[in-house]
C-alpha cells in the first residue's frame, strides 16, 4: 500500500510539472508571436510608406530621379511586403525570419541609395527632410521592434532547450525559432 501511495504521488507530481511546464512553453511561445506582430506593424509602415512616396509622382518630389532608383525602392518594398506575409503565417519559422531580415536589409540599402545620390545644390536637397525624418522614426521603430522579438525568442528557445522541459518541446513539436537579424541604423539625420 505505501508503494502505491508514492507511485500516486510522484505520477500526481510529474503530471502538475507536465501541465506547468507545457503551459509555460505555450505562453512564451504566444509572446515571441505578439512581439513579431509589433514588429509586423513596425515593417507594414515602412513598405505604406513607400508606396506612398512613389505613388506620388516621384518625379515631382526627386527632381532627377532615375528610374531605376523607383524601381529598386519599389522592387524592394515588394520583397519585403512578400517576406512579411510568409512570416505571418508562421512567425517563429527560422528560415521565413531569415528571408524577413534580408529583405528588410535589401530596402535599407534602396533608401541609402536615394540618400547618397541625393545630391545637395544651392536648391537644397532632393528628398524632403520630413521623408527622411520620417523614414528614420520608422527605421528606430523596427530596430526597437526586432530587438523585443529577438529577447522573446531567446527567452523561448532557452526554455525549449532545458531539461526536462525539452522532452515536452519534442512531444509536442515545439522547435527552435530564430532571432530577427540586427537592422541597421538609419544614416539619415537625427530624428
Given at each position: 500500500?505505501p508503494?502505491?501511495?508514492?507511485?500516486?504521488?510522484?505520477?500526481?507530481?510529474l503530471?502538475?510539472?507536465?501541465?506547468?511546464a507545457?503551459?509555460r512553453?505555450?505562453?512564451?511561445?504566444g509572446?515571441?508571436?505578439?512581439?513579431?506582430?509589433?514588429l509586423?506593424?513596425?515593417?507594414?509602415?515602412?513598405?505604406?510608406?513607400?508606396?506612398?512616396?512613389?505613388?506620388?509622382?516621384?518625379?515631382?518630389?526627386?527632381?532627377?530621379?532615375?528610374?531605376?532608383?523607383?524601381?529598386?525602392l519599389?522592387?524592394?518594398?515588394?520583397?519585403?511586403?512578400?517576406?512579411?506575409?510568409?512570416a505571418r503565417?508562421?512567425?517563429?519559422?527560422?528560415?521565413?525570419?531569415?528571408?524577413?531580415?534580408?529583405a528588410?536589409k535589401?530596402?535599407v540599402?534602396?533608401?541609402?541609395?536615394?540618400?547618397?545620390?541625393?545630391a545637395?545644390?544651392?536648391?537644397?536637397?532632393?528628398?524632403?527632410?520630413?521623408?527622411?525624418?520620417?523614414?528614420?522614426?520608422?527605421?528606430?521603430?523596427?530596430?526597437?521592434?526586432a530587438?523585443?522579438?529577438?529577447?522573446?525568442?531567446?527567452?523561448?528557445?532557452?526554455?525549449?532547450?532545458?531539461?526536462?522541459?525539452?522532452?515536452?518541446?519534442?512531444?509536442?513539436?515545439?522547435?527552435p525559432?530564430?532571432?530577427?537579424?540586427?537592422?541597421?541604423?538609419?544614416?539619415?539625420?537625427?530624428?
Open positions: 500500500m508503494s502505491t501511495l508514492v507511485s500516486s504521488i510522484a505520477g500526481a507530481v503530471l502538475f510539472w507536465g501541465v506547468g507545457y503551459n512553453l505555450v505562453r512564451l511561445r509572446e515571441a508571436n505578439t512581439a513579431f506582430a509589433e509586423d506593424g513596425h515593417l507594414q509602415r515602412q513598405v505604406e510608406l513607400v508606396d506612398a512616396v512613389v505613388g506620388e509622382e516621384p518625379e515631382s518630389i526627386f527632381e532627377g530621379a532615375q528610374s531605376s532608383f523607383w524601381g529598386g519599389q522592387g524592394a518594398a515588394a520583397q519585403l511586403r512578400a517576406s512579411l506575409a510568409a503565417q508562421r512567425p517563429l519559422d527560422p528560415e521565413r525570419i531569415a528571408a524577413l531580415g534580408s528588410q535589401v530596402l540599402v534602396a533608401w541609402e541609395r536615394a540618400e547618397r545620390d541625393d545637395h545644390d544651392l536648391a537644397g536637397a532632393r528628398l524632403p527632410e520630413t521623408l527622411t525624418g520620417q523614414r528614420a522614426q520608422l527605421t528606430s521603430n523596427c530596430i526597437a521592434g530587438e523585443r522579438f529577438s529577447r522573446a525568442v531567446d527567452s523561448y528557445n532557452e526554455a525549449i532547450a532545458q531539461f526536462p522541459a525539452v522532452l515536452l518541446a519534442a512531444l509536442f513539436g515545439f522547435r525559432a530564430r532571432r530577427m537579424p540586427p537592422m541597421p541604423a538609419p544614416k539619415g539625420p537625427a530624428v
